[in-house]
């Protein structure tokens, strides 16, 4: 069994930058391909960021690429969203959501319904 806990949410103004962390609890943690997805009020969930296993390989969905950036630590087994350039628009709730690959894969995911296990959310809301 997986488990995910993110943290790092919070509020902050437009233009500011927050960090969220993903700390994964389970065996195998370099096996594992990671992903973020998001959800607004009133919005149906947004599948966001993904990484692979290896960490080496990213995709961002198109209305995040350039402020936002995603990395793993396996020696941590942890997972970061760095957002940099927050917009209102990026108020939500953010998921962490692991799905098992191979070890030190480099194929990505970037579909929600390809993961395994996901997070309780945390909130990030961007005040204008």
């Known amino acids: 069994q997986v488990q995910l806990v993110e943290s790092g949410g919070g509020l902050v103004q437009a233009g500011g930058s927050l960090r969220l962390s993903c700390a994964v609890a389970?065996?195998?943690?370099?096996?594992?391909?990671l992903g973020w997805s998001r959800q607004a009020p009133g919005k149906n969930r947004e599948f966001v960021v993904a990484?692979?296993?290896?960490?080496?390989?990213?995709y961002y969905v198109d209305s995040v690429k350039g402020r936002f950036t995603v990395s793993k630590d396996n020696a941590k087994n942890t997972v970061y969203l760095q957002m940099n350039s927050l917009k209102p628009e990026d108020t939500a709730v953010y998921y962490c959501?692991?799905?098992?690959?191979?070890?030190?894969?480099?194929?990505?995911?970037?579909?929600?319904?390809?993961?395994?296990?996901w997070g309780q959310g945390t909130q990030v809301t961007v005040s204008s």
């Open positions: 990484i692979s296993a290896s960490g080496t390989i990213t």
């Open positions: 389970g065996r195998s943690f370099s096996a594992y391909a």
């Open positions: 959501g692991a799905r098992r690959s191979g070890i030190l894969s480099g194929t990505y995911y970037y579909k929600e319904g390809d993961y395994d296990y």
